[in-house]
T-cell receptor
């Protein structure tokens, strides 16, 4: 069974600095997709970034980038130039490309606080 | 940008009562999901729905849960006889038919409180 582990329950960062959130996962599959979702206090689940496992190039979306290490099954999220609006829970999620399991599997989340 | 909408935002019910949580997925999406998040815990998959039937369900989704797409636009989750431990945020999500790389679009959630 696939699992997603986020080992940092809480983190904080000063505004304008860079922070990295860790995520590891366990799967026997070769083809899958990884996502980071953000959940601000408004409770919405907002997609931040996604990565296809078959792509070696790390995905980037403006200030957000990932460090995808397939062999190590690691998928960390880097937030550059942190802003107060980045304060939220961040969830790492996995979905397999094939097979019957078509649902996202989430980690427990990391609560990020951006301090002024 | 189209979005998934959920109603109500907060539902309070007494133990043993039936509740129906409502969702309107994005109109051209084909896959629909319900997830649950107990306070302070991770988001858990409940059920997925495609082509008017359940395609997958988790062990959480027992006989007291059911889903329905009654009219082609709404997607509902019914809990027949609520228990205290059903108190949680319930998220509806949908995605289009462009493979599993297509991200799930989530609604804002319904906070269910069972007293």
């Amino acid at each position: 069974a696939q699992t997603v582990t986020q080992s940092q329950p809480e983190m904080s960062v000063q505004e304008a600095e860079t922070v990295t959130l860790s995520c590891t996962y366990d799967t026997s599959e070769n083809n899958y997709y990884l996502f980071w979702y953000k959940q601000p206090p408004s409770r919405q689940m907002i997609l931040v970034i996604r990565q296809e496992a078959y792509k070696q190039q790390n995905a980037t979306e403006n200030r957000f980038s990932v460090n995808f290490q397939k062999a190590a099954k690691s998928f960390s999220l880097k937030i550059s130039d942190s802003q107060l609006g980045d304060t939220a829970m961040y969830f790492c999620a996995f979905i397999s490309q094939g097979g019957s399991q078509g649902n996202l599997i989430f980690g427990k989340g990391t609560k990020l606080s951006v301090k002024p | 940008e189209p979005e998934v909408t959920q109603t109500p935002s907060h539902q309070v019910t007494q133990m043993g009562q039936e509740v129906i949580l409502r969702c309107v997925p994005i109109s051209n999406h084909l896959y629909f999901y319900w997830y649950r998040q107990i306070l302070g815990q991770k988001v858990e998959f409940l059920v997925s729905f495609y082509n008017n039937e359940i395609s997958e369900k988790s062990e959480i989704f027992d006989d007291q849960f059911s889903v329905e797409r009654p009219d082609g636009s709404n997607f509902t989750l019914k809990i027949r006889s609520t228990k205290l431990e059903d108190s949680a945020m319930y998220f509806c999500a949908s995605r289009g038919d462009r493979g599993r790389n297509s991200p799930l679009h989530f609604g804002n959630g319904t906070r269910l409180t069972v007293t």
